[in-house]
């Protein structure tokens, strides 16, 4: 998944990311802090109650929303300090690599990493820069990431 060329931190977050339902040996269950009795009710905006959880579901959410965080940090942290054609470059590589998942009907890992990409957008610049990164890399990763989403079910009107 990793580009070559990219730097240590960025392929450890990369392998950590494939391991996010498991959760650290000293991670507080939600279940024991928050006892049996305890309804978690999942509510919109309006404060509408639109359905429940358990508070086994509730941690392994959060703990997946948490990894997913991490990975996107050591993705904004490698591209930190690359020039705006390095960054097109390695997140249309790694568009690339999430287009192959695609392929594979691997649409979770695809997701994952259409969602990388993103980081290395970069609409600053020139009106000819701005639309070569909008033609090259907003515009077909947004697409394809709805794409992974409406495979995946997770599709939200």
């Given amino acids: 998944m990793v580009q070559e060329g990219d730097d240590d931190a960025l392929q450890e977050e990369e392998a950590g990311a494939d391991d996010m339902g498991d959760e650290p040996a000293d991670t ?8 049996p009795e305890c309804v978690i009710k999942r509510v919109d905006k309006d404060q509408k109650v ?3 959880a358990q508070p ?3 941690q392994r959410e959060l703990m997946a929303r948490a990894s997913t965080q991490k990975r996107l940090g050591a993705c904004a942290e490698h591209v930190k300090d690359k020039s705006r054609k390095e960054k097109l470059e390695w997140a249309v590589g790694l568009k690339e690599t999430a287009n192959e998942f695609y392929e594979r009907r691997q649409f979770k890992e695809a997701a994952e990493l259409y969602n990388d990409c993103l980081v290395a957008l970069d609409l600053e610049g020139t009106p000819e820069e701005v639309q070569e990164c909008k033609s090259k890399l907003q515009l077909p990763v947004c697409t394809n990431l709805a794409a992974c989403m409406i495979e995946l079910g997770k599709l939200e009107l």
Avoid: E, K, S, T
Wanted: hydrophobic residues 50%.
């Fill in 28 to 35: 507080i269950n939600f279940a024991d802090l928050l006892g």
């Fill in 50 to 52: 639109v359905g429940h």
């Fill in 56 to 58: 086994q579901d509730m």
